[in-house]
Every structure is written in C-alpha cells, then in structure tokens.
C-alpha cells in the first residue's frame, strides 16, 4: 500500500484555528448571556425576599462574580462582530490606503495595551491566590477571577489579530 500524506495547506490549518477559535467566542457569549440572567434572577429575589426580612446571603458576591463574567465573557464577541464604537471622524479624513494603515496602527496598539493587560491580570490572579482573598461574604476564593479575564483578553487578542489579517472582515457574523 501506498499511502501519501498530504500537506496541510498553511490556509486550511489557520482556518481550522480561528473556527475553533470562534466557537469558544460563541460559548463564551452564552456564558455571558447566562451571567447576566443569574444578576437579575439574584437581584430580583433579593428584593423580593428582603420584603419578608428574608433576603440573599452573598447576593451581592454573586452578582459581582456575574458582573465580572458577563463583561469579561461577552468582550471578545463584541470584538469578533466589530461592535465597538469606532473613531469615524479619522477615518473619513483618510484615503482607503490611509484608513487601512490607521486601522492597522490602532490594532497593533490594542494588541499590545491587552498583552499588557492579560499579563498584569495573571500577576494579580497569582497575588490573590498567595494572599488567600475571598469574597466577603460567601468566602469564595477570588483568584481565578483575573484568570478568566486573562482568557478573555486573550481571545479579544486572537481575534484583533484576526481582523488584522482580514482587514474589513467581521470573525463572526453577528
């Protein structure tokens, strides 16, 4: 038997990495949207229960935790789909080569203010878990907080890249 391997193509492969890439941006938009279904289910019987003397222990820990996890969550989608409010006024000042290149220039920063960004946030995950930090109330450890930032902020990364690549391409499809 004569079996050929074929090459992966460089396309394909990079292909097949932004599609996986998209799909873990979609779940993380379901955890976000899940998020921030818990914040207003939370807050909503907290309300209603305190009229009873009754109230939430920790509600306004896992409204916090849920905040956190919808904005972190929902950031790179936002980034997938180009939902970010754009400075047009500098844009229409540009031919489309200059607009290209200014489009290019404000994505290298983005890319290097959010590598600051996910490296500070791991540095503060490992001085939260020396340090032992909890919540207050439901004494629930806060470390890994940072750390799903760090991994938001790293997708937002990827798919910056993404558009720097593909400029005038959407990742996702909103």
Known sequence: MNHKVQPVKKRET????FNKIRSIILFFTYISGAAVFVMILVTTADVVLRIFNIGIAGAYDIVRIAGVTSIAFALPYVTAVKGHVAIEFFY???S???RII???LFRIITLSLFGILIYRNILYSV???KSAQVMPTL???VFWIPVIIAVSLTLVCITVFYHLIHPGKEMIKP
Not at 14 to 17: K, Q, Y
């Open 96 to 98: 489309l080569a200059g």
């Open 127 to 129: 001085t939260l878990l």
């Open 92 to 94: 229409h000042n540009f």
């Open 102 to 104: 200014l489009d290019s």
């Open 139 to 141: 004494k629930i450890p």
């Open 14 to 17: 990079g292909e097949a990495f």
